[in-house]
């Protein structure tokens, strides 16, 4: 591993960055990267459950950033295949994205397929922020119901200063 990326991830464990190490993990695990957040979500509220709301609003708003950025990648690759796809008929799938418009972003916390559907949002141009508020609204009910049920399923904290 380079040496500026162990310094940065070194940096970025230190808890008192937390909530912006929260972030940075939100964003690239919104983005086509496979990584997940909830384990960082996770770990950062067993460290101290008292940033319960402020962690989730962090980890929803990198999220929605990083779905954000799919969306502009996916506008980008449509205008880059568009001219090269002229004529072909458009997938089943596409159709009921078009269809349904931005409220398909709402979908966008499904594992496997909710990073890329922000990105065929994108690419179909549907209208950039009423993606990005259904994307926040989705997100931020995953993230709210899946800290919820892990906090009552693994109760109790880590004490930082020993036994």
């Excluded at 909530?19 to 940075?24: A, G």
């Excluded at 695990?29 to 909830?38: D, F, I, R």
């Excluded at 460290?47 to 954000?68: E, K, Q, R, Y």
């Excluded at 141009?125 to 994307?135: D, G, K, N, T, V």
Aim: charged share 10%.
């Amino acid at each position: 591993m380079p040496t500026w990326l162990t310094s940065l991830l070194t940096v970025l464990a230190v808890p008192e960055f937390g909530l912006s190490s929260l972030f940075i993990v939100s964003f690239v695990s919104a983005t086509l990267v496979p990584v997940g957040s909830e384990p960082a979500l996770f770990g950062l509220l067993k460290l101290d459950p008292s940033l319960f709301w402020p962690a989730i609003a962090v980890a929803t708003l990198g999220n929605t950033v990083g779905g954000m950025v799919d969306w502009w990648m996916g506008r980008c690759a449509q205008v880059a295949t568009q001219r090269a796809t002229a004529g072909r008929a458009r997938l089943k799938a596409l159709e009921l994205l078009e269809r349904l418009g931005p409220k398909a972003c709402l979908l966008s916390w499904l594992p496997l397929v909710g990073d890329p559907l922000c990105a065929v949002a994108g690419w179909l141009r549907l209208p950039f922020w009423p993606c990005a508020l259904y994307m926040l609204v989705g997100k931020a009910a995953r993230y709210l119901f899946m800290t919820t049920v892990l906090m009552q399923l693994f109760p109790g904290t880590i004490s930082l200063h020993g036994a």
